[in-house]
Nanobody, 113 residues
């Protein structure tokens, strides 16, 4: 079955960096567009970044220039490098096979002021 297993995240001060990783299995990873989303309580889950199978990234305006999404098709992993973190980036982050019903377990990212 499809599994997306996340790692990384945690607590960091404003201006700091964190890296999230998502390991996928059970899919043809190299052709899957992968995405990172985030959600805070009381709000809808929002797209943060996505990357096509050939490595073309797109970003939400709120994270452009600060976050970088990357993938390794040999390892079936997709990463999200988050720099210059802001308090507003605090959320639970999820990886996803874009367009599919598959989600990672969620990882808390907390940015303190």
């Amino acid at each position: 079955q499809v599994q997306l297993v996340q790692s990384g995240g945690g607590l960091v001060q404003s201006g700091g960096s964190l890296r999230l990783s998502c390991a996928a299995s059970g899919i043809t990873f190299r052709i899957a567009t992968m995405g990172w989303y985030r959600q805070v309580p009381g709000k809808q889950r929002e797209s943060v970044a996505r990357i096509s199978g050939v490595g073309t990234p797109t970003y939400a305006d709120s994270v452009k220039g600060r976050f970088t999404i990357s993938r390794d098709n040999a390892k079936n992993t997709v990463d999200l490098q988050m720099n210059s973190l802001k308090v507003d980036d605090t959320a639970v982050y999820y990886c996803n096979v874009v367009g599919g019903p598959y989600w990672g377990q969620g990882t808390q990212v907390t940015v303190s002021s």
